[in-house]
């Protein structure tokens, strides 16, 4: 069987993505991974699925699944690449998109200058939510993993995230912490980990090691977890460039109960063509 697909990336953070709109492809986690494989098969981040809408009032439903095979339920930079696809492919004609995935539904724009807008919903700091074992909500909470002890804060951006900050992202141990705490018990579903140094109010680096993908060059989703987490622990304004190893995103927050709001680019690289 023939699929055609696109590879696309979000800052470097890259995607397969499939129109299964007009085909009708699945793939076993198994097939996931092996297409993942940057040696033996095409290699990406993720894999973004395009399907019809589930809900009438949504344009589109999209699913994402990690390298790893798992799915997940939101991907930031995979969000905006989504909305690229479906304009390229021509399966919409409009600027504003609305689209649901497991995590829900959002509102992606086109913009103008190339890049794309998504408003990624309200952050969710509820523990059980997150999902986090933790007898109540904290700023900042301490998590032994070894013999170190971590302290980060935490939040659901659809998706689980939990945020550390550094002195500098350059030297920051994200090879042994990344999977100390990517499957750490006290986040039963694992978790993304992000590294941020704080520069400014309104300017961090930031470096993430992704729950099943492991460190990414960007991570969209992670850079409105660390916004929203830098916000509530008063280090952070409203709007704040966040520096990752593939680039700048900007994120926007007004604050807890209110939607955040995410901008940045949307590559596409090329078309092609597997037989499965
Ligand atoms: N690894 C993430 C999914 C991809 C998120 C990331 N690529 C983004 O841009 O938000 C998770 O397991 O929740």
Request: proline letters at 5%; aromatic letters at 8%; glycine letters at 10%.
């Amino acid at each position: 069987m023939l699929v055609n697909f696109s590879k696309m990336h979000g800052l470097g953070n890259d995607f397969m993505v499939i129109d299964n709109v007009t085909q009708n492809v699945f793939f076993s986690p198994e097939k996931i991974q092996q297409l993942a494989d940057r040696n033996f098969g095409i290699g990406f981040d993720q894999l973004l699925m395009v399907e019809p809408p589930y809900d009438p009032d949504q344009d589109f439903h999209y699913r994402i699944f990690n390298a790893d095979g798992s799915e997940v339920s939101q991907c930031g930079n995979g969000a905006r690449c989504f909305a690229r696809f479906v304009k390229l492919k021509g399966l919409i004609n409009r600027n504003k998109i609305l689209v649901s995935t497991k995590a829900g539904k959002m509102i992606l724009y086109l913009e103008k200058d190339g890049q794309v807008t998504v408003n990624m919903g309200v952050p969710n700091f509820t523990p059980a939510e997150i999902p986090l074992k933790a007898n109540k909500e904290e700023k900042t909470y301490i998590i032994r993993a070894d013999d170190n002890t971590h302290f980060c804060g935490a939040v659901s951006m659809g998706n689980p995230h939990c945020v550390l900050e550094v002195d500098n992202t350059e030297s920051a141990d994200v090879e042994t912490i990344g999977p100390q705490l990517e499957r750490h018990e006290r986040f039963p579903e694992g978790v993304n980990v992000g590294f941020m140094q704080v520069l400014s109010a309104e300017h961090i680096r930031l470096r993430v090691f992704e729950r099943g993908a492991g460190e990414t060059l960007a991570c969209g989703s992670g850079a409105c977890a660390a916004v929203a987490i830098g916000q509530i622990q008063g280090k952070l304004g409203k709007d704040v460039r966040v520096d990752l190893p593939g680039g700048r995103l900007r994120i926007r927050w007004q604050g807890p109960g209110s939607p955040l709001k995410m901008t940045g680019p949307a590559e596409h690289v090329y078309d092609g063509t597997i037989n499965i």
